[in-house]
């Protein structure tokens, strides 16, 4: 039994905070708090001085007062195969796609390229105090092998598939309607419930899957219910047209996964801006996810996320938040919230910190179904936990001097912090970024 006791300003969510502070049934903060955490669980979570007394003397202590512990953050939306797209100068999705992005992802079939990003990968995760992540890998059977023997290596909780696209794209990035559906199944069968393992089926987009093969990704979709699926969605007006073009029988792009089996509450779909009302009902009625990449949708000028009008549909749609490396900017998701509120600001819809937080945790657990197992500190929770420094760099030390509360310490990492202020990060209750 391994067990070590965390001392520290504890918060954790247990349901999203819509009034602000009025919300405060909605999550718990303590002063100075303990996490037991055992064999990589939360055995619990009290004030620290009843859980020392209670545990005796001889439990190992590891003191991170004056910081905050918060559950670790989690990213429902993010490539794998796109570290070194990030900052590619494009004017739209498309043009970026083809200059770029198609051009990264051609290297995963090199012998060695995988298995060197996916170590980089994971180590700019967990400096940014991201421990569990929506990846898209690449077309490549050897991406996804990489992508989960390194987070198996890890036991970090992943969710992860291989892209299928069998056209619209470089030869070097095609497979075919029976190769992504072969290809799929024996990840599947090797890494689905592998550990913390997670497979997602993955059609990139309609663009860059025929129906043959959105068929067969629906055939896996009924074939394993319980996997999740993800792909994009609106996210620009050119895009658009192209699927209009591409499946001119359907209602709208929406209706094309509709039609195919893949909506549902384990999908994600990615961007989700310019849609109708009728998608709009489409996706809430399907209980599917849309997630707003903010930093993305900024950098390729695609458009602003409205979650009012998803949020005032009936009934509501669920939402998540994602940096979208590497169309998004930054592995950061508190670099993320902060985008996010201004989206939001700019179209008059007020975000309170409290609701950032809780979507960068339990609400994005929750969108991925799997809160249950991670995204708050409660007792039974898998262990992923992340220390926050409000104070780490000269001028957010000089702006805490003036903060009085929770709330506006919140707003101060959101708005000014990055990996800096990521002090320490918890996977399975064993310390990850300092042994990096």
Known sequence: MTEVLLRGRLLTFHDE???????????????DGGLLLRDGMIAAMDEFSALRAGEGRNLEVIDHRPHLIMPGFIDTHIHFPQMQVVGSYAGALLEWLNKYTFVEEQKFSNQGHPE?????????????????????????????????????????????????????????????????????????AEW??????????????????????????????????DLHIQTHLCENTAEIAFVAELFPWSRDYTHVYEHYGLLGPKTLLGHCIHLTDAEIRAIAESRSVAVFCPTSNLFIGSGLFDLARLRA????????????????????????????????????????????????????????????????????????????????????????????????????????????????????????KSTL
């Open 17 to 31: 905070p819509m009034g602000g502070e009025a919300s405060a049934d909605a999550f718990t903060y303590i002063e």
């Open 116 to 188: 060197r990003i996916a170590s980089a990968f994971f180590d700019e995760l967990i400096r940014h105090g991201t421990t569990t992540a929506a990846a898209y890998c690449s077309v490549h059977k050897a991406s996804v092998q990489a992508f989960f023997a390194e987070s198996h290596r890890r036991n970090t909780r992943m969710v992860a598939g291989k892209v299928m696209m069998d056209r619209n794209a470089p030869p070097g990035l095609l497979d075919t309607a029976q190769s992504g559906y072969d290809d799929s199944a024996a990840l599947i």
């Open 192 to 225: 689905h419930g592998k550990g913390r393992q997670h497979y997602a089926i993955t059609p990139r987009f309609a663009p860059t899957s025929t129906p043959e093969q959105l068929e067969m990704s629906g055939a896996l979709a009924s074939e394993h219910p």
């Open 313 to 432: 549909s009936e009934p509501s749609v669920r939402n998540a938040i994602a940096t979208d490396i590497g169309g998004g900017t930054s592995y950061s998701m508190l670099r993320t919230l902060d985008e996010g509120y201004k989206i939001l600001n700019i179209q008059g819809q007020r975000y309170h910190p409290l609701r950032s937080f809780y979507q960068a945790t339990l609400g994005n657990a929750r969108a991925l179904s799997l809160e249950d197992l991670i995204g708050s500190l409660k007792v039974g929770a898998e262990a992923d936990c992340i220390v926050l420094d409000a104070g780490a760099t000269p001028a957010m030390r000089l702006r805490m001097e003036t903060v009085e509360t929770l709330v506006e310490e919140l707003f101060l990492l959101q708005t000014m912090g990055d990996d800096r202020s990521i002090v320490e990060v918890y996977v399975a209750g064993r310390p990850a």
